[in-house]
């Protein structure tokens, strides 16, 4: 069995910084790609930021230059700093990997969420 953790949310003041991480555990055999999503109230979940293993990382127009993700391979975790934050990064933050694992043909795995607030 496959599990996706999140960590590091929070409350914050604009322009101030979050590192989220996310850890997959279990039956791994590989990780394929890791990535972050998000949902506001309201509105839909959106992608941040991603990577394909052994390929190039993606970020959503609205975080480039603010967030970077970063990962552990031995660890099969993930990292996504975020600095200069705003109310509009407001939202859960998700977890997601592709992951290939003993067992199971199972492929999409998703995190529970983590809250990020940013607000005066």
């Known amino acids: 069995q496959v599990q996706l953790v999140e960590s590091g949310g929070g409350s914050v003041q604009p322009g101030g910084s979050l590192r989220l991480s996310c850890a997959a555990s279990g039956s791994i055999v590989s990780v394929n790609a890791m990535g972050w999503f998000r949902q506001a109230p309201g509105k839909q979940r959106e992608s941040v930021a991603g990577f394909i293993s052994g390929g190039s990382t993606n970020y959503a127009d609205s975080v480039k230059g603010r967030f970077t993700l970063f990962r552990d391979i031995a660890k099969n975790a993930m990292y996504l700093q975020m600095n200069s934050l705003k109310p509009e990064d407001t939202a859960v933050y998700f977890c997601?990997?592709?992951?290939?694992?003993?067992?199971?043909?199972?492929?999409?795995?998703w995190g529970q969420g983590t809250q990020v607030t940013v607000s005066s």
């Open positions: 997601n990997a592709h992951i290939t694992a003993r067992g199971t043909s199972r492929y999409d795995y």
